[in-house]
């Protein structure tokens, strides 16, 4: 896929810039040589090989450090929301703001 001049100046069109013609030609270069990158690693077959979880884990284990996932501070909802206008069934109520 390759971009033309019309291409950048609907883009830029849309993105409400002002490109002058040489920053809209360098502008073509660098996304087409986006575009050509891209291309290249479609290229690549990497049928059958996994996905990694994390870029380093391709040269070394990696685990990660995560924390238990228990509750460290006592329920303080009710005593949260006594200054609250209106609360109904643990949820602050609110105005509604968008028709």
Known sequence: MALTPDDIRRIAHLARLELQ????EHMLTRIN?????VEA???VDTTGIE????PVAAFQDVS???REDVASEADQREANQRSAPAV???????????E
């Open 21 to 24: 013609p040489h920053e809209s």
């Open 64 to 66: 990660l450090r995560l």
């Open 33 to 37: 040589g986006f575009f050509a990158i």
């Open 41 to 43: 690693m479609r290229a």
């Open 51 to 54: 996905p990694l979880a994390h």
């Open 88 to 98: 109904e069934r643990g949820l602050f109520l609110v105005p509604k703001v968008i």
